[in-house]
């Protein structure tokens, strides 16, 4: 692990930010470090209000997609909501569609399936709507590359209207209206929202429209803060709005769906950690295994029992799509060995027989072995299909772009992109990538950083700090939770191995005669031999709480030892 201590922000706005909050110096200084220098800054993050989001028609094109929506329903004109299939995706089509359905009952929904029509718009899709006297589509979490597509559907009188948050091409489609503040000429004031945050902007819009306010869409709002999550956006700015008050929504008045994913969860009070790792998961694993349809009818059924039926059937879908990236993961680590490929600037694998649903978290888990640019390609109708993840701060969408002579098509972000290529370029495309990445990347980058916001002394920890800290939630990119670095440690000597299996760590440390804390380590027991017999340490931490029977207490999560 490469530790990294983030530069220290302005002494002066640190010192004024503290005089003016009245809180410790290191809560002043984790504030500035996240941009937050003024009073008002902290009132914004602190208490995120829904009056802090943008005018939705600040969006370009926003007022010609209500406009065409608003004609479609006043001629009872049909409407297709097709979305992509993983989270992003079927939340953004639970999302639009549940509140369509509130104006007309002419709306349909499609998910495209993974396996048969790929990612994206699909002429299949398209065909759908044409069959069944669609006049307009309105896309989400997808679109902004399908120039083919849209100009199929407008040669058969069906109009689009596209949501998406990926990078654009060179060419934008010639559709109706294309919502996407990551065009270089929309002036929308954020553009990190997902894709679902974009369908929100759009009901948002079509609300205000309507004489509805803020109030009326808070419900969708956590759909909203699932898609947040799970497709790892930054929570800063409008996204950490959506977020916080979607939680708020789990929390307090879950939809059924939602509440039934959750049957089994004990915790008194949801996180965005909760969200990512529980529900994600599940929602995603439909679309992985089945199809996305069976979880846009979790999200949308009102009735408990029947959602728990849906929920039950997604928990098998999980269940499977475990045992088949653990499996697969095994597979590819093992064709690395035979290919004596350990040494790679990148990771490129393929086995046709993998399974489609699976390969972006195999390719996760990948970097956790070798911690670098990854692609997993699997056989995928007559062409091959990936699932691309990076390591932090390289931007494998650019690698990507400088291999596009070799590639069908490619999309994504700058830590995730999905691609499909002609069996026939696989070995070239693997080269070619090699290089791109081997000549671009800097060297440290394949030395996974555990960024650290401040030193601190263990004295300073205390329940009043903590209860500040948990108030920077909801944690993410752009916000993540605060990493602390103590040195001159000591463990009194409790410290052991722990687990069935003996792989995590546990330990009681002390600085000086400071107050003692427990620390855990999560497949950290190798460490063990560093702790022994009071030898001093440095240690990397977040702070947590710990409760054992009925008792609350502080403990360091630990993130590495030296």
């Known amino acids: 692990m490469r530790w990294t201590i983030k530069q220290k922000p302005s002494i002066e706005k640190v010192q004024q930010l503290q005089q003016d909050l009245g809180v410790h110096e290191l809560i002043a200084h984790l504030l500035v ?148 503040p990551k065009q270089t000429d929309c002036n929308y004031p954020y553009n990190e929202l997902c894709g679902c945050g974009v369908g929100f902007k759009l009901i948002q819009a079509i609300a205000q429209r309507n004489g509805q306010t803020i109030l009326d869409i808070v419900p969708y709002l956590d759909l909203v803060a699932t898609a947040i999550a799970a497709d790892i956006v930054p929570i800063t700015g409008e996204n950490r709005v959506l977020a916080y008050h979607g939680l708020k929504v789990i929390n307090n008045s879950p939809r059924p769906g939602i509440k039934a994913l959750l049957a089994q969860v004990k915790k008194a009070e949801l996180t965005i950690t909760d969200v990512v790792f529980i529900i994600a998961p599940r929602i995603n694993a439909a679309g992985r295994m089945k199809h996305g349809l069976h979880a846009v009818e979790l999200l949308k059924e009102e009735n408990e029992d029947t959602a728990q039926q849906f929920a039950a059937a997604i928990e098998t879908f999980n269940a499977d799509r475990k045992n088949l990236d653990q499996d697969i993961t095994q597979e590819a680590l093992q064709q690395i060995l035979d290919k004596e490929e350990i040494d790679k600037f990148t990771t490129v694998v393929y086995d046709e027989h993998w399974h489609k649903g699976v390969i972006g978290i195999v390719a996760s888990r990948l970097t956790e072995t070798y911690y670098r640019p990854t692609l997993v390609f699997t056989k995928s109708g007559e062409k091959l299909a990936a699932s691309a993840r990076s390591v932090k701060d390289f931007d494998v969408y650019n690698a990507l772009e400088a291999c596009a002579a070799h590639l069908e098509q490619f999309g994504g972000h700058k830590y995730a992109a999905g691609l499909t290529l002609l069996e026939s370029q696989y070995l070239t495309f693997k080269q070619k990538f090699e290089e791109v990445v081997a000549q671009t990347i800097d060297k440290k980058l394949l030395t996974p ?114």
């Not at 996240?34 to 914004?44: H, L, Y």
Request: charge should be negative.
């Open 449 to 562: 950083e555990i960024s650290i916001d401040a030193e601190i002394n263990l004295e300073e920890i205390t329940p009043k700090f903590f209860r500040i800290l948990k108030q920077f939630a909801p944690f993410g990119p752009g916000n993540m939770t605060p990493v602390f670095i103590s040195q001159n440690l000591h463990d009194i000597g409790f410290g052991k191995r722990v687990g069935t299996d003996e792989t995590h760590l546990r330990i009681v440390v002390q600085q000086g005669n400071s107050p003692t804390f427990t620390g855990i380590g999560f497949g950290m027991a190798d460490k063990f031999p560093l702790i022994v017999n009071k030898k001093p340490f440095s240690a990397v931490y977040s702070i947590d709480e710990n409760e054992w029977n009925g008792n609350v207490s502080l403990q360091l999560k630990l993130r590495d030892i030296k």
């Open 33 to 180: 470090q996240r941009g937050i220098e003024t009073f008002d800054d902290a009132k914004r993050f602190f208490r995120p209000s829904l009056k802090d989001l943008h005018d939705p028609y600040l969006m370009k094109d926003m007022q010609k997609a209500v406009t065409r929506i608003t004609n479609a329903i006043a001629q009872n004109e049909r409407i297709l909501v097709y979305g992509d299939y993983d989270v992003d995706g079927t939340t953004s089509v639970a999302l639009m569609s549940s509140y369509l359905e509130t104006l007309t009952p002419e709306i349909a929904t499609y998910i495209p399936d993974r396996y048969d029509e790929g990612y994206g718009v699909s002429f299949k899709g398209i065909d759908f709507a044409e069959d069944n006297g669609i006049t307009l589509i309105i896309a989400l979490d997808c679109g902004i590359k399908a120039i083919d597509k849209v100009a199929y559907a407008k040669e058969k009188g069906i109009d689009f209207i596209i949501c998406d948050h990926h990078r654009p091409g060179n060419e934008i489609p010639n559709a109706v209206a294309v919502l996407d």
